[in-house]
C-alpha cells in the first residue's frame, strides 16, 4: 500500500522555525505534484504550498517570503521549511501526493496530519 507519513510538526514560538517532511513508500512508479495543505480549527482546509515533479512551485499569499517546499525525487519526500511562524499558521498540517503506483492509476494520497502550533 501507498503511504504518506509526515514528520517534523511541534510547537514553536512566534518567530520561530520548524521543518516538515513528508514520505512517500510502497509500490510506487512516479510521483506528479506534491503538497502541503493545513487546516485550522473552525476552517476548511487550504493549500499552502505545492511544487510538481520537475521543481515548478506554488505557494498560498499568506506564507510567501516565509515558508519554502521542496523534494527530494530519490527518497520520495517532499519538505516544508516554515521560518517566522505566527500564531495564524497553528493547524494541523497534511502532506499530499498525486502518485501512480504500480499497476494502478495516479490518485491522490494523504498524509496522517502533524500538528503545527505557534504560541508563546
Known amino acids: 500500500q501507498v503511504q504518506l507519513v509526515e514528520s517534523g510538526g511541534g510547537l514553536v514560538q512566534p518567530g520561530g522555525s520548524l521543518r516538515l517532511s513528508c514520505a512517500a513508500s510502497g509500490p510506487i512508479f512516479s510521483i506528479r505534484a506534491m503538497g502541503w495543505h493545513r487546516q485550522a480549527p473552525g476552517k476548511q482546509r487550504e493549500l499552502v504550498a505545492a511544487i510538481t515533479s520537475g521543481g515548478s512551485t506554488n505557494y498560498a499569499d499568506s506564507v510567501k517570503d516565509r515558508f519554502t517546499i521542496s523534494r527530494d525525487n530519490a527518497k520520495n519526500t517532499v519538505y516544508l521549511q516554515m521560518n517566522s511562524l505566527k500564531p495564524e499558521d497553528t493547524a494541523v498540517y497534511y502532506c499530499?501526493?498525486?502518485?501512480?503506483?504500480?499497476?494502478?492509476?495516479?490518485?491522490?494520497?494523504w498524509g496522517q496530519g502533524t500538528q503545527v502550533t505557534v504560541s508563546s
Open positions: 499530499n501526493a498525486n502518485i501512480r503506483a504500480r499497476g494502478s492509476l495516479p490518485r491522490d494520497y
